[in-house]
C-alpha cells in the first residue's frame, strides 16, 4: 500500500501569513493527489485534485503543486477560516485512496 | 446538488454488527460511487471502502473481513455493515460521493476524488 506522510503534523500561524504544508508519498504517484480542509466538527471538503487543480468555489489563495513523490500544498494569505486540519490522499491506486496523517494550522 | 445524510445507531455493542446507511438526495445512487470514511475520535480519516456503480466493493485490507457495503437504488440509499465491532470502531463515520475526473495535460489523466460528504455520524463502541 501508498503511504502518505505529512509535515508538519501542527503549525501556528497568523491572519496574512503565507502557509505551506508538505505531503510524501511512499512510492512515485504522479500527480494523483488530492488536498482537503476539515474545520472542527465538520466534515472534509475537497480544496484540490490533481495535484494543482482547484475544486470550484475554492478560493484562489489556495493552490497545489508537486510531481513524483512530494507535493505541496499552500495558502497564499491565510484567512481566519482557513484555521483547519489539512488531509492529503493519494489517488494513484484507484483502489486505495488512502489519506495523509493531517496538518493542524491553528492562531499563533 | 448532491446530498448525503448518515443515519444509524448511535451505540452499539462490542461483538454486534455496525449498520449505518447514507440516504442520497439530488441526485440517483445508480450514477456515481459511493465511500465510507471513518475518524476515531482526535485522530486523522481513515477510508473504509466503496462501491463502484457498476456495483463492484473495494474495502480497506485492514477491515475488508468485517466490512460490506451495498447499495439500493430504489431506496436511492447505500449502506455499511462493519460486524464484530470493539472499542477501536468507536468514530465518527461520513459517507462521501467518489467522482472521477480527466484532465488532459502531456496525456489523459483520471483522477478519484471525495466531493460531497454527508455531516458525519458518530457512533460508539460500549456495553
Known amino acids: 500500500d501508498i503511504q502518505m506522510t505529512q509535515s508538519p503534523s501542527s503549525l501556528s500561524a497568523s491572519v496574512g501569513d503565507r502557509v505551506t504544508i508538505t505531503c510524501r508519498a511512499s512510492?512515485?504517484?504522479?500527480?494523483?493527489l488530492n488536498w482537503y480542509q476539515q474545520r472542527p466538527g465538520k466534515p472534509p471538503n475537497l480544496l484540490i485534485y490533481g495535484a494543482s487543480v482547484l475544486q470550484s468555489g475554492v478560493p484562489s489563495r489556495f493552490s497545489g503543486s508537486g510531481f513524483g513523490t512530494d507535493f505541496t500544498l499552500t495558502i497564499s494569505s491565510l484567512q481566519p477560516e482557513d484555521f483547519a486540519t489539512y488531509y492529503c490522499?493519494?489517488?494513484?491506486?484507484?483502489?486505495?485512496?488512502?489519506f495523509g496523517g493531517g496538518t493542524t494550522v491553528d492562531i499563533k | 446538488q448532491v446530498q448525503l445524510q448518515e443515519s444509524g445507531p448511535g451505540l452499539v455493542k462490542p461483538s454486534e454488527t455496525l449498520s449505518l446507511t447514507c440516504t442520497v438526495s439530488g441526485g440517483s445512487s445508480s450514477s456515481y460511487s459511493w465511500s465510507w470514511i471513518r475518524q476515531p475520535p482526535g485522530k486523522g480519516l481513515e477510508l473504509i471502502g466503496y462501491?463502484?456503480?457498476?456495483?463492484?466493493?473495494k474495502y480497506n485490507p485492514s477491515l475488508k473481513s468485517r466490512v460490506t457495503i451495498s447499495v439500493d437504488t430504489s431506496k436511492n440509499q447505500f449502506s455499511l455493515k462493519v460486524s464484530s465491532v470493539t472499542a477501536a470502531d468507536t468514530a465518527v463515520y461520513y459517507c462521501?460521493?467518489?467522482?472521477?475526473?480527466?484532465?488532459?495535460?502531456?496525456?489523459?489523466?483520471?483522477?478519484?476524488?471525495?466531493?460531497?460528504w454527508g455531516k458525519g455520524t458518530t457512533v460508539t463502541v460500549s456495553s
Open positions: 462501491i463502484y456503480n457498476s456495483g463492484g466493493t
Open positions: 490522499q493519494q489517488c494513484y491506486s484507484a483502489l486505495a485512496l488512502t
Open positions: 462521501a460521493r467518489v467522482m472521477m475526473t480527466t484532465v488532459k495535460t502531456d496525456g489523459y489523466y483520471s483522477y478519484y476524488y471525495m466531493d460531497v
Open positions: 512510492q512515485s504517484i504522479g500527480t494523483f
